[in-house]
């Protein structure tokens, strides 16, 4: 299958009677949606999976506990 032109696209679009452009046009944004919806159930994914990792865990009490020294120097909220 060859790749068109998005140009070429446009032009075959243009040639579709209104009824049959909108009908398209509902078609390729409602794929859209779908696969940008994808992409943030991934992106959920690998955030919850990285919450539960005991090493990242590990690195965040590390870092938590370096922020401690500097919240206990009394310049907060000032």
Same mark, same amino acid.
């Given at each position: #299958?060859r790749?068109q032109?998005?140009?070429? =696209?446009? /032009?075959?679009?243009a040639?579709?009677?209104?009824e049959? @452009?909108l009908g398209l !046009?509902?078609? !390729?944004v409602?794929?859209?949606?779908l696969?940008?919806?994808?992409?943030?159930?991934q992106?959920? @994914?690998?955030?919850?999976? #990285?919450?539960a /990792?005991?090493?990242?865990?590990r690195? !965040?009490?590390q =870092?938590?506990?370096e922020?401690?020294?500097?919240?206990? /120097?009394?310049?907060e909220?000032?």
């Amino acid at each position: #299958m060859r790749t068109q032109d998005p140009s070429e =696209i446009e /032009d075959q679009f243009a040639l579709l009677p209104p009824e049959a @452009q909108l009908g398209l !046009l509902e078609r !390729l944004v409602h794929r859209v949606r779908l696969a940008v919806a994808g992409e943030h159930e991934q992106w959920e @994914q690998a955030l919850s999976a #990285m919450a539960a /990792d005991p090493e990242v865990r590990r690195e !965040l009490q590390q =870092i938590e506990s370096e922020f401690n020294v500097a919240e206990a /120097d009394g310049l907060e909220g000032q």
